[in-house]
Nanobody, 112 residues
Framework: QVQLVESGGGLVQAGGSLRLSCVAS????????MDWHRQGPGKQREFVAH???????DYASSVKGRFTISRDNAKNTMYLQMNSLKPEDTAVYYC??????WGQGTQVTVSS
């Protein structure tokens, strides 16, 4: 059974940084494309970043240049390094894989 578990969220001031982690069990992150998505208060869930099984990356325009997606194959873990955070980045962040599995989410709150 595949399980994705996010961590690393929290409260940070605007301009600050956080690193989110997504640990996978029951699957191998290096063999799957994986994404980060987020859902802000009163907003629809939206795509944030993608990393392919080959390591290619893609970002939403709203986070490009500020967020970096990566993975550590030895730890079977995906990351999202978030810098220069803005209040509009406040959301629950979810990791997903290419088979439609989702984690439970981790809350990120950016204060102004």
């Amino acid at each position: 059974q595949v399980q994705l578990v996010e961590s690393g969220g929290g409260l940070v001031q605007a301009g600050g940084s956080l690193r989110l982690s997504c640990v996978a069990s029951g699957s191998i992150v290096s063999l799957n494309g994986m994404d980060w998505h987020r859902q802000g208060p009163g907003k629809q869930r939206e795509f944030v970043a993608h990393i392919s099984r080959f390591g290619d990356t893609d970002y939403a325009s709203s986070v490009k240049g500020r967020f970096t997606i990566s993975r550590d194959n030895a730890k079977n873990t995906m990351y999202l390094q978030m810098n220069s955070l803005k209040p509009e980045d406040t959301a629950v962040y979810y990791c997903t894989d290419s088979y439609g599995h989702w984690g439970q989410g981790t809350q990120v709150t950016v204060s102004s």
